[in-house]
């Protein structure tokens, strides 16, 4: 038995990072880090300490030209010796980051993550492992702290986490880098050096070369400590994240939409960091990251919680809506221009009415579940009662002094009033549309259906109306 491969799985097991994984795609540089991980899982394998099979998984990144493919040959070596099945790619780092404006730096790790991601779901694995180390995590929480970051931020490197849609576990970063050089020497293991790691031209390596030496002194207590920070940040998130998704299921998140509501005093009565926890888990429902986001975004948004009617605009086409005590948090499309000309909607078809596409079906009831349907219906669909539909449908604009009879509701409304009266904000109330026939209206889109096109009990056939909104 060896310490090191002791410490990484006593690592791996306080973390949990093996429950459930059968097979294991190491990532294997070539380097030091990953030459050790891949050989302490062996050994732990062959002692029967590890239950888990491993597959060695390594990119080239064709950046070093023959240094490169000497890193890929030297991999495929290590599996032949330690009998380990080697799967690799080859990534265009140099024209990735040209076409996307991006630094080497981070297009590598895009390509890099994305093909290990594919790699290990093509070889039945369950999990990625890569060699990521204490020094490793002090490094990342030095180059945040030097960019400005948050609490999300000072949780460092986590030790799993989904990447790509692959899990990516990392059993070593409670080892320090000088660990795993000692290790490789004890056990006269053999690595590459990548004479970039050396090049201080990049951020990270100034801070590992110059930055943390100084910080460490004769010491060598500065990675412990940051070590310490990042899993108390990670404790603390994980409570901060826990209230945050308490609070978004008391407000409604429509997809189709792609919108949120929620009372104004559920944000506004929230500690800071849960505002921003809760803001950032509705802005990940709809698609948008925090990049571009600055304290000041998130100012904005909170002055909006003390207004009565207000609204402001946010990047990524992101507009919050304070109206009524409620917020409305969205991602825009164009302002939808509703055609004054009417749109004739036959059974089977899709037409276009402004910026939304509406398709209809007929079927037999005897072919739905109705009680489903009901529970589980967004604002986008409706089932009408084929029977009580009378002539054509058609798609409009609403008309002035119009009326119409809301489901559940005792009697028919003028719908200016109804709309007035529900609640909603100023531009869903404005882009809202008429579906009729050639008696009544159906349906008020996409707030309320009619109560004369209902489904009942007698009901045989069924029309569905669909609404698409614009993509994002």
């Known amino acids: 038995m060896s310490w090191f491969e002791d410490k990484l799985l006593e690592g791996a097991i306080v973390n949990g990072l093996f429950n459930g994984v059968n097979k294991i795609f190491a990532a294997v540089s070539g380097g030091a880090d990953s030459v050790a991980m891949v050989h302490a899982l062996h050994r732990l394998r062959q002692e029967g300490r590890l239950m888990c099979d491993v597959v060695i998984g390594h990119v080239n990144h064709g950046l070093r030209g023959a240094e490169s493919d000497g890193d890929e040959a030297f991999v495929r070596e290590l599996g032949n010796v330690l009998g380990i099945a080697v799967a690799a790619k080859t990534a265009d780092v140099r024209t990735h980051a040209a076409a996307h404006k991006l630094s080497i730096e981070t297009a590598g790790r895009a390509l890099r993550l994305k093909a290990l991601a594919a790699m290990m779901r093509d070889n039945g694995c369950d999990a990625v492992a890569t060699a990521h180390h204490k020094d490793d995590l002090a490094e990342t929480l030095i180059h945040r702290l030097m960019r400005g970051t948050g609490f999300r931020g000072l949780c460092g490197i986590w030790p799993v986490s989904d990447v790509y849609g692959a899990m990516v576990i990392r059993p070593m970063l409670d080892i320090r880098r000088s660990e795993i050089v000692r290790y490789c020497t004890e056990n006269h293991l053999v690595w590459r050096e990548d004479a970039s790691n050396r ?60 919108q949120f509501v929620i009372e104004q005093h559920l944000l506004r009565d929230c500690p800071p960091w849960v505002f921003y926890e809760t803001v950032r888990q509705i802005l990940v429902k709809l698609g948008v990251g925090l990049r571009d986001y600055k304290q000041g975004h998130f100012d904005a948004l909170w002055g909006l919680l003390e207004q009565n009617k207000a609204k402001a605009h946010f990047p990524d086409e992101i507009e919050a809506t304070a109206e009524k005590g409620r917020v409305l948090i969205r991602r825009k499309c164009p302002s939808i221009m509703l055609p004054h000309k009417p749109v004739s909607l036959k059974m089977g078809e899709t037409v276009t009415f402004g910026q939304w596409k509406i398709s209809s079906r007929l079927f037999n009831r005897d072919d739905a579940d109705v009680e489903q349907f009901l529970k589980n219906k967004n604002s986008f669909t409706e089932w009408f009662d084929a029977d009580k539909i009378a002539g054509s449908i058609k798609i409009r604009q609403r008309q002035s002094g119009e009326r119409f009879w809301p489901i559940g509701g005792p009697t028919p409304k003028n719908i200016a009033r109804f709309l007035l009266d529900s609640g909603l904000d100023t531009q869903t109330r404005q882009e809202a549309f008429v579906v009729a026939d050639t008696e009544k209206v159906l349906w008020l889109a996409p707030i309320r259906m009619s109560e004369p096109a209902k489904l009942t009990r007698q009901t045989s056939k069924i029309v569905e109306i669909r609404l698409f909104a614009c993509d994002f």
């Open 199 to 258: 090049a201080i031209d990049f951020t990270r390596n100034r801070i590992r070369h110059r930055l943390l030496p100084v910080l460490e002194n004769d010491s060598e207590t500065i990675a412990e400590r940051l070590s310490a920070l990042s899993f108390k940040s990670r404790v603390f998130l994980i409570r901060v994240e826990k209230q945050a998704r308490s609070i978004l299921e008391r407000g409604r998140f429509d997809k189709a939409s792609g």
